[in-house]
């Protein structure tokens, strides 16, 4: 399988908040939805709701939740208004807090606007091909298995199947394994996925064949049949794009923070932090 190569969970996922949650507003939606105390609320107000509001509208069916993001709206507008003749919006508090979303927006817009947006369907696919080209060669089988508790009982089921009996028909009968109902079929399977002695012993056989002797494992003892071998594939493009989408953002974000990073002048006054800092930068350059 093709998978994201290691990036930096926190960091991924403030690229990621930051990149999805600023929607693209139509020119229609500054239509005005609602008025409260003379204040209205547009479509476009709605929408950035929806947005910021999403997870807590989860358990809310899909139809409903314009009027719910609505009634949210109209709370806050409430609220706000109230704030506002209290005096609340010149608190020294407030003014940091406002300073401080102020800078997170625009860190989001630019991730969006100068990052996001400049990565192409163009640069996705060239990303996957470089992986698909990367990938080791890689073998599946597809086996069925009969499972018996004693060596003696997997013996007697191979002197059968070479006597002609049918391999679906005598693991449907006699094996103990949940397989068993379904004729044994295990359906394709990596190196990795089985025990090492099944794994090794279904492996080495040619398609179509039967063991000639009972595989034991932890679970009993096996008798085991190939019907195919082929190379794995890679998961077609469309599964993956948005991952590799996002693993472009990812990068992109992390080197223009380096170059930024690299030019900026900035000083830490306290020591003990400074010192925590530079640990947590050495730790993400080694990963």
Do not use: W
């Not at 693991?171 to 190196?191: C, H, I, N, Q, V």
């Amino acid at each position: 399988m093709i998978s994201l190569r290691p990036a930096r969970i926190l960091l991924a996922g403030v690229v990621l908040a930051a990149s999805v949650t600023i929607p693209a507003f139509a020119q229609e939606e500054n239509e005005t939805v609602a008025t409260v105390n003379g204040s209205p609320i547009t479509r476009q107000e709605l929408d950035m709701a929806m947005g910021e509001l999403g997870p807590q509208f989860a358990r809310i069916p899909e139809d409903k939740r314009d009027a719910a993001a609505l009634a949210a709206l109209i709370e806050i507008k409430l609220m706000s208004g109230k704030a506002r003749e209290a005096g609340l919006d010149k608190d020294e508090e407030f003014q940091r807090s406002i300073a401080f979303m102020t800078e997170r927006a625009l860190h989001g817009f630019y991730m969006q606007k100068q990052l996001a947006d400049e990565i192409t369907d163009g640069d996705v696919k060239a990303l996957y091909d470089e992986r698909v080209a990367d990938m080791p060669k890689q073998q599946e089988v597809k086996a069925r298995h009969i499972l018996v508790k004693t060596k003696e009982d997997a013996e007697a089921v191979i002197a059968e199947l070479e006597g002609g009996a049918d391999f679906e028909a005598v693991a449907k009968e006699k094996s103990t394994g949940p397989s068993g109902p379904s004729g044994g079929d295990l359906g394709y399977f990596r190196p990795g996925q089985m025990v090492p002695e099944f794994e090794q012993a279904a492996f080495a056989l040619e398609t179509g064949s039967i063991t000639k002797e009972p595989v034991q494992t932890q679970f009993g003892f096996h008798v085991i049949k190939v019907e195919d071998k082929r190379n794995v594939k890679p998961p077609e493009f469309e599964q993956i794009k948005d991952q590799l989408r996002n693993e472009l953002l990812v990068k992109r974000y992390t080197d223009a923070v380096k170059t930024e990073r690299s030019e900026a002048t900035v000083e830490i006054s306290d020591p003990a932090l400074q010192t925590e800092l530079k640990a947590l930068e050495a730790t993400k350059e080694a990963e």
